[in-house]
């Protein structure tokens, strides 16, 4: 199950693990990605707080958490390349794995339809 927050991030709940990154349209709409600022692990943010930086050839923009959660791993592929978030960010461009502290607050995010009506 995938579901986007209105910050253009997703969080995929997987059998053994739940991720997080930034969607294809915030990819789009930031350009080529050359850095990340990532949070460090074993922190908390709250639903929407900012939880890193990723900084393209354009512009520099917030990554917002899309659920309370704690931060339980990095992607350090994606440290080491960042051009991942470019080729694949909803996938092997994930940014976190974390661990949700509320899990309900994923069924007030939008499912893929709703996310693709509203970044348009």
Known sequence: MIKYHVEHTWVRVDADATFVGIT???QD???DIVFID????G??????GVA????????????HMPATAT???VNEA???DPSLANSDPEGAGWFYKVQLSHPTELEALMDAAA??????
Do not use: I, N, P
């Open 29 to 31: 709409t930031l350009g």
């Open 78 to 80: 994606l440290r080491a």
């Open 24 to 26: 294809k349209h915030a």
């Open 115 to 120: 996310y693709q009506a509203f970044a348009g």
């Open 71 to 73: 931060v339980v791993d």
């Open 52 to 63: 890193g930086v990723v900084e393209s050839v354009k512009a520099a923009a917030d990554v």
């Open 43 to 48: 922190h908390a943010f709250a639903q929407g």
């Open 38 to 41: 990532f949070a460090e692990t």
